[in-house]
């Protein structure tokens, strides 16, 4: 097995590959993986790579949308090494020079991962992408993982925060970005940004850092199960979700509360759980 890392904005993580007139092509979408992630290679198919996550997702992308590293690569590309930073807002267009008016080298979106290079200077930060292009970026727009001393208050309203940056966002099977995401992508990526690794789907899995607890002792920022859908608390009966219910499309709120107008009651009616990362 082999490392790689992701070198396009944003490729497409396929559950099976098949042959069609003679051409192999990616079929069921069920993933989203942005610029700078980590994977492993487990196999290859024409021009299709198997691969794992580092979040423990496996399927197959397009051979050209990874590079291949070494060991030392990917060690300064491992989220936990301390060496990156993380893009924060929507979209972020990496500058051929430290000015607004500069030619666009790269655009990437939020959760994409950089390394920086050299200090800040004058609001601009100079990074280095997974495919080599260097360039410059607001300071602003970076961020690194949460410290070990953000209190459980403050790790709570950072999820929270993030997911409603997704609010009105379409909704679009396997997504990750503000192109169009889906409802474990929301989740994800709301927790990811704040430094946790959870689950991609919409269950609770053993391995993964989510517990579930009583219903009763929910807080803002904890997730909430239906059968294949999955929803982050906001606190007063409120949820955020990404659905495909043409009733209430794309990245919306809704209660659990049947005396509000958002109310939706196949999914209150259908909650089977509450998951934690806080217990």
């Known amino acids: 097995m ?3 890392i992701v070198i ?7 559950e099976t590959i098949t042959v069609k007139d003679h051409c192999t092509i990616g079929q069921n979408v069920s993933d989203e993986l942005l610029s700078g992630w980590l994977v492993t290679v487990t196999g290859c198919q024409d ?3 198997q691969i794992i996550t580092h979040y423990g997702y496996s399927g197959w992308i397009c051979a050209k949308d990874v590079h291949r590293i070494s060991e030392e690569e990917y060690g300064l590309w491992n989220i936990r090494s301390g060496s990156l930073l993380l893009l924060t807002q929507r979209l972020t267009d990496v500058l051929a020079f430290p000015k607004v008016q500069a030619p666009i080298n790269a655009t990437l979106f939020m959760g994409s991962t950089v390394i920086p290079l050299g200090g800040r200077k004058d609001g601009w930060q100079k990074v280095r992408l997974a495919d080599h292009t260097t360039g410059y970026v607001p300071a602003i727009a970076l961020t690194a993982s949460p410290s070990g001393t953000a209190t459980h208050t403050e790790l709570r309203s950072c999820i929270i925060n993030y997911a409603l940056s997704y609010l009105g966002t379409q909704y ?3 997504g990750k970005t503000h192109e169009g995401i889906d ?3 929301l989740t994800f990526m709301s927790y990811f940004m704040c430094g946790f690794l959870i689950y991609r789907d919409a269950s609770i899995k053993t391995g993964y850092p989510v517990r ?6 929910i807080k803002p920022a904890d997730l909430l199960y239906f059968p294949g859908h999955i929803a982050l608390y906001l606190g007063n009966n409120k949820y955020i979700h990404a ?6 499309y794309g990245c919306v709120i809704n209660s659990l509360d049947s005396r ?10 259908s909650l089977y759980a509450v998951g934690s990362v806080f217990c």
């Open 47 to 49: 021009e299709f790579l």
């Open 243 to 248: 659905t495909g219910n043409l009733n209430s």
């Open 172 to 174: 679009r099977w396997g």
């Open 212 to 217: 579930e607890i009583p219903r009763s002792q």
């Open 2 to 4: 082999q490392q790689a």
């Open 260 to 269: 509000d107008m958002d109310y939706r009651a196949d999914l209150a009616e």
């Open 183 to 185: 409802c474990s992508g």
């Open 8 to 14: 396009v904005p944003k490729a497409t993580l396929y």
